[in-house]
């Protein structure tokens, strides 16, 4: 019952949004002009659907050579648990070795690190603030 999608309507585009929004902007206190930024325009974004609901959301980005880029990767509060994490970020990783990058990289927020590492990412920086939270620069070859 769980599905996730590609995002190629402009609609499914502002579902992302508004999850991104709901969790990083509401639930986190992400300044908006931080969360939604010029990357939005080129990133492939995706959706996580409960039925004809959006309940999680995450874009990829290719910012070096071969190397992709995971962001704002969030699930509904009241989702989370569900193995739905998981889920959206093994579809991205197939999306990117189809589009044939061979690196991964993501900013962990550091509550997540183990998250992360359930899925063989591995911590490569110290801690580091960003929009006010602490993150760890984390990545894995594809
Ligand atoms: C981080 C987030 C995406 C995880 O999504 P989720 O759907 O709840 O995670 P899953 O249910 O797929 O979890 C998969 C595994 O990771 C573990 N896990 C998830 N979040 C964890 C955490 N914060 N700390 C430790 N383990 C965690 C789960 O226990 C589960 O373990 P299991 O395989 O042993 O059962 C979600 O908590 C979220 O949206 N947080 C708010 C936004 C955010 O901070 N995003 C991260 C930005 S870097």
């Given at each position: 019952m769980f599905e996730v999608k590609s995002v190629t309507t402009n609609e499914q585009l502002q579902q992302a949004f508004a999850i991104r929004t709901?969790?990083?902007?509401?639930?986190?206190?992400?300044?908006v002009h931080l969360e939604l930024?010029?990357?939005?325009k080129t990133a492939l974004h995706f959706i996580?659907?409960?039925?004809?609901?959006?309940?999680?959301?995450?874009?990829?980005?290719e910012f070096e050579?071969?190397?992709?880029?995971?962001?704002r990767v969030?699930?509904?509060?009241?989702?989370?648990?569900?193995?739905?994490?998981?889920?959206?970020?093994?579809?991205?990783e197939q999306v990117a070795k189809e589009s044939n990058l061979k690196k991964l990289k993501l900013n962990a927020?550091?509550?997540?690190?183990p998250f992360y590492e359930?899925?063989?990412?591995?911590?490569?920086?110290?801690?580091f603030m960003d929009a006010g939270i602490p993150h760890r620069a984390m990545e894995k070859n594809i």
């Open positions: 709901k969790v990083f902007v509401e639930e986190q206190g992400v300044p930024d010029e990357h939005d996580v659907m409960d039925g004809d609901t959006t309940i999680a959301a995450a874009r990829l980005r050579p071969q190397v992709g880029k995971v962001e969030c699930v509904l509060s009241e989702y989370r648990g569900k193995r739905l994490g998981i889920l959206l970020m093994e579809y991205i927020q550091s509550y997540a690190v359930k899925l063989q990412y591995v911590v490569t920086s110290p801690e």
